[in-house]
């Protein structure tokens, strides 16, 4: 059975900091690209960062220079560092592991991220 747990959300105030986990089972972790995705009330779910079985990383516009992803193949876990948080970021944030381009093939049940003062 495949899992993918997150960890780590909670309430922030602006320009704080907070660090996301993704425990991955059941799957041959290191070669997936696992991927952060967040979605805000009323928006749809959108990429935040994701980092490939090689390393490679690719971050949304929006969260350049202030977040960063990384892995742990051996712990089977996926981070994401925020820092300088704003209000809108507030989201849940979702991970996310794909094998093949264009298909996420398993996904977390999310973690509510709230900035807010």
Known sequence: QVQLVESGGGL????????????AS??????Y?????RQAPGKQRELVASISSGGTT???????RRFTV????DQNTVYLQM???????????Y???QWR??????????????VSS
């Open 58 to 64: 690719n971050y949304a516009d929006s969260v350049k």
């Open 83 to 93: 820092n300088s948080l704003s209000p809108e970021d507030t989201a849940v944030y």
């Open 70 to 73: 990384s892995r742990e193949n």
């Open 101 to 114: 381009p264009g298909t996420i093939d398993f996904w977390g049940q999310g973690t509510q991220v709230t």
């Open 12 to 23: 922030v105030q602006p320009g704080g900091s907070l660090r996301l986990s993704c425990a």
């Open 26 to 31: 059941g799957i041959r972790f290191s070669v």
């Open 33 to 37: 690209t696992m991927g952060w995705y």
């Open 95 to 97: 991970c996310s592991a």
